[in-house]
């Protein structure tokens, strides 16, 4: 229903988590949160006669699995609000079907159990089936994948050599939402976790860089003030994001408000990218670009597979250019 009415163009739609009548167990009531937290319209809702199912009146591990289903959500704000933006604009899907991501694939015309989260490059495929610990993501043979939680490439394989379509097998346990992230893009997250989203407006924001074989990615962000029209008069920011050729990552805002309220914070605190596919590597210090200023700063090996600019002090309304 969720991906047919965002196919029909409308997006905003989600259906109550963990379903409005009944009791349902709790494997389901864990399965249906980290299914639901990706719907355009995220809302647990049930009616009257139903146990109360608040997160708070659960035990762990289920509390903890739901939990953060939930936070996860919030710290993909800044993707899923620019997502909605595009879909404003363009009547794109948000919960994006595999062929509109991939027309060119007739195959997945009939893919109805994983999506793309608008241009983000996020490729979900919720656990339906009760008693489920391993799954399989159907992907394009010649594209790059990454594991979402901890950036490790991952491999297609296929039965059929000459097949375009090819799949990764991807652990699904309870504390496993199986999700990849795309190579050749990059998102916007926000890591700090607070009460509300209205508090979020005033942390900084995380970009995740995946690259493609080339070592090339891209991505975007819209923010505005989330409460009024103003941005119908051009008080909104959208920037856009480039990794080119494993050498260097720039940002350039192509609209910025006249009134910097109406975006919120913007400094980039923080740029995550996947090294693990790449030959190529970063040392131990980059050197940033700012409105005229050039200076180094401190890179971390965080794990095999990802190296963290801690710190760059660059801002989404602004230009800058960071060189490996």
Do not use: C
């Not at 994001?241 to 910097?260: C, R, W, Y």
């Amino acid at each position: 229903m969720v991906l047919s009415s965002n196919a029909a163009g409308m997006p905003f739609i989600g259906a109550d988590i963990a379903g409005f009548l009944g009791n349902p167990e709790d494997e389901l009531i864990i399965r249906w949160y980290q299914a639901g937290l990706w719907y355009p319209f995220f809302r647990a809702h049930a009616s009257n006669d139903t146990i109360r199912r608040e997160p708070f009146l659960f035990k762990d591990p289920m509390r903890s699995y739901v939990r953060n289903a939930i936070q996860l959500r919030y710290h993909l704000l800044p993707t899923f609000y620019t997502a909605f933006f595009k879909s404003n604009q363009h009547g794109s899907p948000i919960m994006k079907p595999m062929i509109f991501e991939k027309p060119k694939y007739t195959n997945f015309a009939a893919v109805d159990d994983q999506f793309y989260v608008g241009d983000s490059g996020i490729l979900v495929k919720p656990i339906t089936e009760k008693n489920t610990s391993f799954t399989k993501i159907q992907v394009v043979a010649d594209d790059v994948y990454y594991d979402f939680h901890d950036l490790k490439p991952q491999q297609a394989v296929s039965d059929n050599d000459t097949s375009p379509i090819k799949y990764i097998g991807v652990e699904a346990g309870l504390d496993k939402i199986p999700v990849l992230l795309e190579g050749g893009h990059i998102i916007t997250r926000r890591d700090t976790l607070r009460k509300s989203s209205v508090y979020y407006r005033n942390d900084p924001y995380t970009l995740v860089v995946a690259p493609d074989a080339s070592g090339n990615a891209n991505g975007d962000l819209y923010a505005d003030d989330g409460k009024t029209w103003a941005h119908k008069n051009g008080q909104y920011l959208h920037s856009v994001f480039s990794l080119q050729d494993f050498k260097h990552i720039s940002g350039n805002a192509t609209n910025v408000p006249s009134n910097q309220e109406a975006a919120g914070n913007t400094l980039i605190d923080k740029i995550v990218i996947a090294i693990g596919n790449n030959n190529a590597s970063i040392g131990d210090t980059v050197k940033v670009n700012r409105s005229g200023q050039q200076y180094t700063v401190n890179v971390n090996k965080t794990s095999p597979f990802e190296a963290v600019i801690t710190h760059p002090m660059v801002y989404a309304n602004e230009t800058w250019q960071i060189d490996f």
